[in-house]
């Protein structure tokens, strides 16, 4: 079992930094894959970010080229620093967990979930 713990989110101006940290509990932290998705009022759950055990990453290219996923495999903890924020950016942020060795992007292949983070970017 894996339990993991969002921190880090709230509100921000458009053009505004934040960064997210998703803390796990378990000693098997370093072989999980982890992502971040989020989900805005009305809309779907969409992948936002991915990284796996050997540091392999992916990006929705909605965010390409202003958030980066990292991981501290040390403090088994998974890191969203979110950059250049837009108001479309606005969501609750969840962390999640695989036990697949890829960097996956779909929900389903996550194990494990947190309770989510609510991100606010205003114009």
């Known amino acids: 079992q894996v339990q993991l713990v969002e921190s880090g989110g709230g509100l921000v101006q458009a053009g505004g930094s934040l960064r997210l940290s998703c803390a796990a509990s378990?000693?098997?932290?370093?072989?999980?894959?982890m992502g971040w998705f989020r989900q805005a009022p009305g809309k779907e759950r969409e992948f936002v970010s991915a990284?796996?055990?050997?540091?392999?990453?992916r990006y929705a290219d909605s965010v390409k080229g202003r958030f980066t996923i990292s991981r501290d495999n040390a403090k088994n903890t998974v890191y969203l620093q979110m950059n250049s924020l837009k108001p479309e950016d606005t969501a609750v942020y969840s962390c999640?967990?695989?036990?697949?060795?890829?960097?996956?992007?779909?929900?389903?292949?996550?194990?494990?979930w947190g309770q989510g983070t609510q991100v606010t970017v205003s114009s």
């Open positions: 990284i796996n055990w050997s540091g392999g990453t």
């Open positions: 378990g000693r098997t932290f370093s072989t999980y894959a």
């Open positions: 999640a967990a695989s036990q697949s060795p890829w960097v996956v992007t779909t929900p389903p292949a996550y194990n494990y």
